[in-house]
């Protein structure tokens, strides 16, 4: 178990004399099971300390008195002399106070003298200056797929003792079950598993759309990152034959990845697809994940700034870090210029654009979790030339105006996906008209001409498609010389994906 390795780091650090160990993880309970189980095992003493209950021994003994006022609780602490291990709640929240620092300062140089560490939690916690010298950082790993399976046993085990429970699932569903509780805390796995439990006393297949839904609504709470359902595929995406190519390679990687390893290979970085608007690169990042079978996570850059000192990078942290979680999983960023122009108004935003740009390359070369990135950007001009540098993306793919065959075939799509049979309308002469026109000015055309026929109560035909079709103006028309300025940047720099 992962436990068993992470217990066997921490008691390093206790021989080695830290005194004060920041554990870095959002599962508070998760870290009292795993310091109760190393003070055991290297029979020391463990005591808990939150502001509501005092100091307390484990297995909860009286608090001592006093002991809910901090400042009493580390002195105690600091003038103990067994050996022990001190887990304190929410003391992250007191360290702003500059007489706390100090008096956690006092504790833990006395807890390096003697078998004792203080220890502290959290999810993102800035650790005062004054401290870093004394405190090292561990990060809990995410649970295990093992750990996900005793969840799911323990928690049908609690509530049918409670009441009746019928399980109802294939191996097969099982499997997803697990893989859906992926990338959330387990106290959160266990409240929505408890919940599906109780309301019916059944767990079946249907059940498996309630943990995707109550997932969802975990992950979207702070609007940093969206949770997309896998809906499209690559049926619904006319071309692209050398992108479509490139990540079919890939696959394999995906649904192998023991054998990957095995082969020398690694975890594909992600792809920069570079393009005209409306050609498809949006609708392709939600067809490459599921046709992976992998979550989707699409991150909201409009969500990322926040006018407090660096607040903003911290927002852009806990993202990596949900999208981490999650993993293996395709993170997508639309529209990714847009992360480097918050603004309207200027350029100088105290340097937030320049720490964040860092940020981003930082996690993008070092990261270590199974992220596939999957980035799209329509203007050349406003990506920083770090971005493209080699190493950041696995390739950079140019999403150009569809030829006429794939004109052709974004028509068929769009009519049969709105009941119309595509053999009773002229799609060659379609394809011809619309020569210039995205795939989504071609679905536009095909949406006016239906409100067309529905007003005059007609029938949807090809005359009123073409009219449509004349009286638009494509963005090939309107921004004709950024388009070729575009494509002459493209011609050298990458891949096509048509």
Request: net charge neutral.
């Amino acid at each position: 178990m992962e436990s068993t390795a992470k217990l066997k780091d921490i008691e390093l650090l206790i021989r080695s004399h830290f005194g004060l160990i920041y554990l870095d993880t959002a599962e508070d309970e998760r870290a009292v099971v795993l310091l109760q189980h190393l003070a055991d095992r290297n029979h020391l003493r463990f005591f808990e300390w939150s502001a509501t209950k005092g100091l307390r021994r484990w297995p909860l003994e009286m608090a001592a008195e006093g002991s809910t006022d901090l400042a009493t609780a580390l002195q105690l602490a600091e003038r103990a002399t067994e050996p022990a291990v001190y887990y304190f709640h929410g003391l992250a929240g007191y360290l702003d106070d500059r007489l706390v620092q100090q008096r956690v300062k006092d504790t833990a140089t006395a807890m390096m003298r003697r078998n004792a560490a203080m220890f502290i939690s959290g999810a993102d916690v800035t650790l005062p200056e004054s401290l870093l010298p004394l405190c090292t950082h561990v990060r809990l790993p995410e649970p295990a797929q093992e750990d996900i399976v005793d969840l799911i046993r323990n928690v049908i085990r609690d509530v049918s003792s409670r009441k009746k429970i019928t399980v109802r699932l294939t191996s097969d569903e099982a499997g997803r079950l697990v893989f859906n509780l992926r990338g959330i805390t387990l106290m959160e796995a266990r409240k929505i598993l408890t919940r599906i439990l109780v309301e019916d006393g059944i767990l079946d297949s249907s059940d498996l759309r309630a943990v995707i839904d109550a997932k969802k609504s975990i992950i979207e709470k702070d609007g940093l990152l969206e949770y997309y359902p896998l809906e499209s595929s690559f049926r619904s995406i006319a071309d692209l034959k050398g992108l479509k190519a490139w990540l079919a390679k890939r696959k394999e990687i995906i649904t192998n990845p023991a054998q990957a390893r095995q082969f020398g290979l690694t975890f594909p970085k992600g792809v920069l697809l570079l393009g005209v608007q409306g050609c498809g690169k949006s609708l392709c990042s939600k067809a490459v994940a599921m046709e992976w079978g992998l979550p989707l996570l699409k991150f909201d850059p409009s969500a990322l700034y926040n006018k407090y000192l660096g607040e903003t990078e911290k927002n852009l942290k806990r993202a990596f870090l949900m999208a981490e979680r999650m993993s293996p999983v395709v993170l997508w960023f639309d529209e990714i210029e847009k992360l480097f122009a918050p603004s309207e108004g200027g350029s100088d935003d105290g340097g937030v654009s320049a720490r964040i740009l860092g940020q981003l390359l930082t996690w993008m070369q070092e990261r270590r979790a199974d992220v596939f990135v999957i980035a799209t950007a329509n203007d050349i001009q406003k990506l920083p030339p770090e971005m493209l540098r080699k190493g950041r993306f696995d390739e950079i793919f140019f999403v150009d105006l569809p030829d006429p065959e794939t004109r052709a075939a974004v028509f068929g799509i769009h009519l049969e996906k709105r009941g119309r049979d595509p053999r009773g309308f002229d799609i060659p002469a379609l394809a011809a008209a619309s020569e210039g026109f995205s795939g989504a000015e071609i679905e536009q055309s095909v949406v006016s001409a239906l409100y067309t026929a529905f007003a005059s109560k007609a029938a949807l035909e090809t005359p009123l498609l073409l009219n449509e079709i004349r009286m638009t103006r494509p963005l090939s028309v309107t921004m004709a010389d950024r388009i070729h300025a575009l494509r002459e940047w493209a011609r050298e720099k990458t891949v096509p994906a048509n």
